[in-house]
């Protein structure tokens, strides 16, 4: 049983209830212009290059089998990423960390390993395991395996998703999950053309039918300054929920440009967008709180 992951944080406070472990899985089936996470986009291992730690040693050439790695004619380190085949033996080698490999084949015993040490202190503030990415969906096998050793020991269970994909796909995984965090991005069509590339309707129509389900879901919206943080898309949201039964919460994220340095590691475009004003986030929490229950952006203040 293996599955590609890019990362694994202990004590992570934002991802769920209480103390978690976040398990962030490689494989999105969305492309949304903002993202944070830019190297969760594909489902497999790559090589970040961090160029100010390159000390143009030229031990990575070297190594280098398909010559993606090269010195020219000033002893200056080039990356040819389009003949990079991510095989992590530069990365390895590269003391000053300028190289690093993102993403990695990992097995069911080890990512339990990690979890599971820290299982008191789940225990103790209510916390647990969230499953994020990415999409975690798309490794519904390993997902699957997983949450199932975590529920034989008594783990609390968390899944991040934006549900782009086939019901089934996360049907499979509800009957060992305690909660899922389920983001909506806007309900206009605009909005996904033009900066998610994914199916508005197959993702309303799957948290609608999680609903049905009985799993309690928290709903989140990435708030994006000129696309999808006016009046009328919020209330358009919060309405929505509130047609749901089993919604624990809704709250709204501001938007943050911290995706750009790893976009650039991963010499990928990067796009920048705007964050909405602290006061501009607070009425738009107030307006989606005449409709359901709202946590604020900082999660510790709830509107009725």
């Not at 004590?11 to 492309?31: L, M, N, S």
């Not at 090269?70 to 992590?88: I, K, P, Y």
């Amino acid at each position: 049983m293996k599955g590609v992951v890019f990362d694994v944080q202990r004590f992570t406070t934002h991802d769920g209830p209480g103390i978690r472990t976040t398990v962030f899985f490689k494989g999105c089936t969305a492309r949304c212009g903002w993202c944070h996470n830019p190297e969760s986009l594909s489902d497999r291992p790559e090589i970040q290059y961090y160029a100010d730690r390159c000390l143009h040693c030229a031990k990575c050439s070297a190594l280098c089998h398909t010559g993606a790695h090269r010195m020219d004619e000033t002893g200056r380190h080039v990356f040819d990423r389009g003949s990079c085949v991510s095989c992590g033996l530069c990365a390895g080698e590269c003391f000053s960390n300028a190289l690093v490999l993102c993403g990695r084949e990992t097995d069911l015993e080890e990512i339990l390993r990690q979890t599971l040490d820290d299982k008191a202190y789940y225990d103790q503030s209510g916390g647990g395991v969230t499953l994020s990415g990415g999409e975690p969906v798309l490794q519904g096998d390993f997902c699957e395996a997983l949450l199932k050793r975590l529920k034989d020991v008594n783990i609390h269970t968390c899944l991040q998703t934006a549900g782009f994909y086939p019901y089934a796909f996360l049907e499979r995984l509800l009957p060992w999950l305690d909660l899922v965090m389920y983001d909506v991005k806007g309900l206009s069509g605009v909005i996904y053309s033009e900066h998610i590339h994914a199916n508005m309707r197959t993702a309303v129509k799957n948290l609608r039918r999680l609903d049905e389900n009985g799993v309690p879901i928290v709903v989140r919206t990435p708030c994006i300054a000129g696309v999808n943080d006016s009046p009328d898309e919020i209330e358009a949201i919060a309405g929505l929920l509130s047609e749901l039964s089993n919604l624990w919460y809704y709250q709204l994220i501001p938007y943050h440009g911290l995706g750009k340095v790893k976009s650039d590691t991963l010499g990928k475009a990067f796009k920048a967008y705007g964050t909405p004003s602290k006061e501009h986030l607070r009425e738009l929490e107030r307006l989606a709180a005449r409709h359901v229950r709202v946590h604020d952006s900082r999660g510790d203040v709830c509107y009725a």
